[in-house]
């Protein structure tokens, strides 16, 4: 006597039972043979989405710095990959089972969907971030005669070499503090014409703050002097200029200064006074220029000043 029997779960063998009618022997074999290619197949599946992603701020906008941290199981000691729109950016331990990734934002950056992979031993999570619009300000500046095309190969080596830092210590602890007391003549993001030509492709890569020649300038968070350019040296465009390197990518440049106090390789605290506010290089008044770079990209101090970044 022929029996049929119904697997739920099983695809497709429904269908084939209504169809053709076999005995229970053939039955029992073909089911135990598909939990055998089941059991195989969740034996050998990798332990994805194992670690725990959280993105700050949740709803970034342009000139943003989100950070990505991620937190892997207890007795895990691996790096993970952090790859943003199928760049790799620099990945930082922050605690035990603990690291951060920097993804830093501009007016240059466009708007919309960014896909974040955190990959390695322990799995794959695949979480997205949107970036949103911002509106920026537009600046008319004029520069005296012969100040339009300043600037040396030395100073921009210098410069540019400064902002590819990438030291593994964090040396900053809490907020930010704001390096002068002057009144802000400038703020991040502005788009700028100089002298009647739009800068295309150009933000302002910082915040200004005018005040007296010889106004103290402090350090606003502590660090490792990177970089000191003078325009004695072929600073013609920054002037008088100081770099500090804050650990973990994040770095801050001061330019236009009057005076310097420190030299390359002192480390200084959060507040230490390491200049004066001058007029050099191309400026068009006596002012400090503040710019906060993050893995290569200007971004707006402000978050880092309120506290939005441990």
Do not use: C
């Amino acid at each position: 006597m022929k029996q049929t029997f119904s697997f739920y779960g099983l695809p497709g063998l429904n269908a084939a039972l209504k169809k053709f009618q076999f005995s229970w022997k053939s039955v029992v074999f073909m089911a135990l043979a598909g939990a055998v290619t089941l059991f195989v197949t969740l034996a050998h599946r990798p332990a994805y989405a194992a670690y725990d992603v959280q993105i700050r701020p949740a709803g970034p906008s342009q000139g943003d710095t989100v950070a990505i941290v991620t937190t892997e199981p207890p007795g895990a000691t691996s790096i993970p990959t952090v790859r943003i729109n199928d760049v790799t950016y620099p990945t930082f331990a922050i605690g035990e089972g603990r690291y951060r990734t920097f993804l830093p934002t501009s007016p240059l950056h466009a708007s919309g969907e960014y896909i974040i992979k955190v990959e390695g031993p322990k799995g794959l999570r695949n979480p997205m971030v949107w970036l949103s619009d911002r509106s920026f300000r537009t600046q008319y500046i004029n520069l005296p005669p012969g100040q339009s095309d300043l600037g040396t190969d030395y100073e921009f080596d210098r410069v540019d070499a400064f902002k590819q830092i990438q030291s593994p210590e964090k040396f900053w602890n809490g907020p930010f503090r704001r390096p002068s007391q002057g009144r802000v003549s400038s703020e991040y993001g502005v788009r700028r014409y100089y002298n009647g030509v739009f800068a295309n492709d150009y933000y302002h890569r910082g915040v200004d703050y005018a005040a007296p020649v010889g106004t103290p300038v402090v350090a606003p968070a502590a660090g490792r002097i990177a970089l000191v350019g003078r325009v004695s040296q072929g600073f013609e465009l920054h002037g008088n200029t100081i770099g500090l390197d804050h650990g973990q990518g994040v770095k801050s440049i001061f330019i236009h200064l009057n005076s310097i106090s420190v030299n390359e390789g002192d480390f200084v605290q959060a507040g230490q006074v390491i200049g004066t506010i001058g007029n050099t290089g191309a400026s068009t008044g006596p002012h400090l220029h503040w710019g906060l770079y993050v893995n290569d990209v200007a971004v707006d101090p402000e978050p880092w000043r309120n506290g939005t970044i441990e």
